[in-house]
């Protein structure tokens, strides 16, 4: 009882500090930051994603979260085999009319199978009416914050001195750059493979690995799961496909499924194969540009960066009815463990 008193007095007095035994095993990861903003420059999609990671030493039994009070909303962790990668992944989608133009409290809440929760408060500045301009610049050497130039959609992404890299590689890992005004433009920029996971049939890769520029995105297309999967429709998106050797890559340019079954689907015949080599930076290009009355022709090329651009394309592609008119621009690593450098919109 005595001991008991000299440690209340101590403690009164600022003779000592107390930590609770309750202490939260839970640990949770919001990959860029609690205070986000977006639509400065502008808004390149519907959603705003908000994107991390949760975990406990006990399991996760459920997370959730609230905007400004409303009603409270189940999220899906990870892998999902999509869009999750590591198990505790979570991506919250919440759609730009949900938000209040300007300051927006995001509310989480995440269990654990003992019992354990923890709540997280996460400040989101939605700044509703501007519009992406055109021409636009990213000098990733200048900038600080990836959410200051870009939208992350996907994966978790790091600024190093050669320019963005994706933590993760795994299903689609996506930025995106632009607006939904955004009609004919041209995307120029560098990228550089240190790695991928070779081309599988089913998960995680589907028989794929690339880096793209895909043109005229909305964003993803609601539908029951938890983030939404829907990727289409979509102006169309161009990947460089590798392969495992890296001795017969190759590009393809396609849209999706289309309900009534006229997918636009083209890829590069084997005599256009290429090599590609690892830790090499390319430069890479993606135009998208309305010709006729209502078609679309995609234009790509990618070439080693220490020589001069070639003047014609790689490969181009068109769509004979246009699938959407406008849209932002994509940058994906499909699989892949790359960099993308600076990247210059005309």
Same mark, same amino acid.
């Given at each position: 009882?005595?001991?008991?008193?000299?440690?209340?007095?101590?403690?009164?007095?600022?003779?000592?500090? @107390? @930590?609770?035994?309750?202490?939260?095993?839970?640990?949770?990861?919001?990959?860029?930051?609690?205070? @986000? #903003?977006?639509?400065?420059?502008?808004?390149?999609?519907?959603?705003?994603? !908000?994107?991390?990671?949760?975990? +406990?030493?006990?399991?996760?039994? %459920?997370?959730?979260?609230?905007?400004?009070?409303?009603?409270?909303?189940?999220? &899906?962790?990870?892998?999902?085999?999509?869009?999750?990668?590591?198990?505790?992944?979570?991506?919250?989608?919440?759609?730009?009319?949900s938000c209040v133009d300007g300051n927006n409290g995001l509310q989480l809440l995440v269990? %654990? +199978?003992?019992?354990?929760?923890?709540?997280? #408060?996460?400040?989101?500045?939605?700044?509703?009416?501007?519009?992406?301009?055109?021409?636009?610049?990213?000098?990733?050497?200048?900038?600080?914050?990836?959410?200051?130039?870009?939208?992350?959609? %996907?994966? *978790?992404?790091?600024?190093?001195?050669?320019?963005?890299?994706?933590?993760?590689?795994?299903?689609?890992?996506?930025?995106?750059?632009?607006?939904?005004?955004?009609?004919?433009?041209?995307? &120029?920029?560098?990228?550089?493979?240190?790695?991928?996971?070779?081309?599988?049939?089913?998960?995680?890769?589907?028989?794929?690995?690339?880096?793209?520029?895909? +043109?005229?995105?909305?964003? *993803? %297309?609601?539908? +029951?799961?938890?983030?939404?999967?829907?990727?289409?429709?979509?102006?169309? &998106?161009?990947?460089?496909?590798? &392969?495992?050797?890296?001795?017969?890559?190759?590009?393809?340019?396609?849209?999706?499924?289309?309900?009534?079954?006229?997918?636009?689907? !083209?890829?590069?015949?084997?005599?256009?194969?290429?090599?590609?080599?690892?830790?090499?930076?390319?430069?890479?290009?993606?135009?998208?540009?309305?010709?006729?009355?209502?078609?679309?022709?995609?234009?790509?090329?990618?070439?080693?960066?220490?020589?001069?651009?070639?003047?014609?394309?790689?490969?181009?592609?068109?769509?004979?009815?246009?699938n959407l008119k406008s849209g932002s621009a994509l940058l994906i690593a499909h699989n892949?463990?790359?960099?993308?450098?600076?990247?210059?919109?005309?």
């Open positions: 009882m005595i001991k008991d008193w000299v440690w209340c007095l101590l403690f009164l007095l600022g003779g000592c500090s @107390q @930590q609770s035994s309750t202490t939260s095993p839970i640990a949770l990861n919001i990959w860029y930051g609690d205070q @986000q #903003q977006f639509g400065l420059p502008g808004l390149a999609q519907r959603w705003v994603n !908000v994107l991390g990671n949760a975990s +406990s030493v006990h399991g996760i039994k %459920d997370i959730s979260y609230q905007l400004n009070g409303g009603k409270s909303v189940k999220l &899906t962790l990870g892998s999902d085999l999509h869009r999750l990668a590591a198990a505790g992944d979570f991506n919250i989608d919440i759609h730009v009319d269990t %654990d +199978s003992a019992g354990h929760s923890l709540t997280r #408060q996460i400040d989101l500045r939605v700044i509703k009416g501007h519009t992406w301009p055109l021409p636009y610049t990213i000098r990733w050497s200048e900038v600080d914050d990836i959410q200051q130039v870009a939208q992350v959609v %996907d994966g *978790h992404w790091e600024l190093t001195r050669e320019g963005v890299h994706n933590l993760d590689t795994y299903y689609d890992r996506v930025l995106a750059i632009g607006d939904s005004s955004w009609r004919n433009y041209e995307v &120029t920029t560098t990228v550089t493979f240190h790695g991928f996971t070779p081309p599988q049939v089913g998960p995680p890769t589907y028989n794929v690995s690339h880096a793209a520029i895909a +043109s005229r995105w909305p964003g *993803h %297309d609601p539908d +029951s799961l938890q983030p939404h999967r829907k990727w289409y429709p979509v102006g169309a &998106t161009s990947e460089f496909r590798l &392969t495992e050797g890296l001795d017969s890559c190759r590009w393809r340019i396609f849209d999706g499924p289309k309900p009534n079954g006229e997918n636009f689907y !083209v890829e590069q015949l084997p005599e256009s194969y290429r090599n590609i080599e690892l830790n090499k930076q390319y430069g890479i290009k993606h135009r998208v540009e309305t010709v006729g009355s209502d078609s679309t022709r995609y234009s790509v090329k990618l070439w080693p960066f220490d020589l001069p651009e070639p003047e014609a394309w790689d490969f181009q592609g068109v769509e004979w009815v246009e892949t463990d790359v960099t993308f450098g600076d990247i210059l919109v005309t």
